[in-house]
């Protein structure tokens, strides 16, 4: 059996920025729940009757995890904004990192699969950060937020948007004949 070859430097840098991205959502509880974790929850509720009536919210969970359960609206806002900004430059350099990876000599179709799939579940965090942030614009500033959470928005369809080239890009390498 061969050894696999190396995978190019484009997609070790994907691939880390992608685990360390999630990994940063987390510890920073802009995301409240791990992936799947929603499906169980709802499985639970529909075939066995649990309920979620004591379970923190994603908001409430951001607050306790940012120290701010018992900051005033100003203070919040402020974190908020600074959390969005560093969201957005996270999300926009992931999708530096996939376009790299798309135009990269070398690539294959399997392993393009694993940066896709690794890209989708930052769109999933993504979007849970998007939720949790407008949430929060709701609760403390009825559109105090509009703007970062629209670059946050622009960042997260860019990095989609990039998402689908590198679909794309496997595609055409599982199509193209083989030489």
């Known amino acids: 059996m061969a050894a696999s070859s190396p995978l190019p430097a484009e997609q070790v840098a994907l691939r880390s ?7 940063r959502f987390h510890t920073a509880g802009w995301v409240a729940d791990n992936h799947g974790a ?8 529909l075939m066995f009757g649990r ?35 560093e969201a957005t430059t996270l999300i926009y350099n992931l999708g530096r990192d ?5 135009a990269a000599a ?11 799939g690794e890209l989708e579940r930052t769109l999933s965090d993504a979007r849970q950060v998007i939720d949790l942030f407008r949430s929060v614009d709701a609760e403390h500033g009825a559109d105090a937020l509009i703007e970062e959470i629209g670059a946050l928005e622009l960042a997260t369809e860019g990095l989609r948007d990039a998402t689908d080239a590198l679909a794309q890009r496997r595609r055409e390498l599982r199509n193209a004949p083989a030489s």
């Open 17 to 23: 920025n992608a685990a360390e991205i999630e990994a």
């Open 106 to 116: 070398g690539i294959t179709s399997a392993s393009l699969g694993d940066d896709v």
């Open 98 to 102: 996939s376009e790299a990876v798309a």
């Open 51 to 85: 309920r979620d009536a004591d379970r923190q919210t994603p908001q409430q969970f951001y607050y306790q995890t940012a120290g701010l359960t018992a900051a005033n609206a100003e203070t919040v806002l402020a974190t908020a904004r600074r959390d969005i900004a």
């Open 38 to 45: 929603a499906m169980q929850r709802l499985t639970g509720m």
